[in-house]
């Protein structure tokens, strides 16, 4: 059986690169999500970007980053 998190490493890894003019946007997903507000999703739509490209990079920088803590975290336990 495959080990999940070994997964969502995987897929992580695989994720395209995002676009330059979304990365103030995926630091701030990265750094303080719980700030992301429908008007950080609108301005991104007015840039030209799709729903699907918005979700897509959205939630590889929210895997990343949890798995960097998560990485974090064990480093510190053991």
Same mark, same amino acid.
């Given at each position: 059986m495959a080990?999940?998190? !070994? !997964?969502?490493?995987?897929?992580a890894a695989g994720a395209p690169?995002?676009?330059?003019?979304?990365?103030?946007?995926?630091?701030k997903v990265r750094e303080r999500a719980f700030t992301v507000t429908d008007d950080d999703v609108e301005e991104l739509?007015? !840039?030209?970007?799709t729903d699907d490209e918005i979700f897509e990079q959205t939630v590889a920088v929210a895997l990343a980053?949890?798995?960097r803590r998560l990485d974090h975290a064990r480093a510190m336990i053991e």
């Open positions: 080990d999940p998190i !070994e !997964e969502l490493r995987g897929l690169a995002p676009p330059a003019a979304m990365a103030g946007y995926l630091a739509r007015s !840039e030209g970007f980053e949890g798995l």
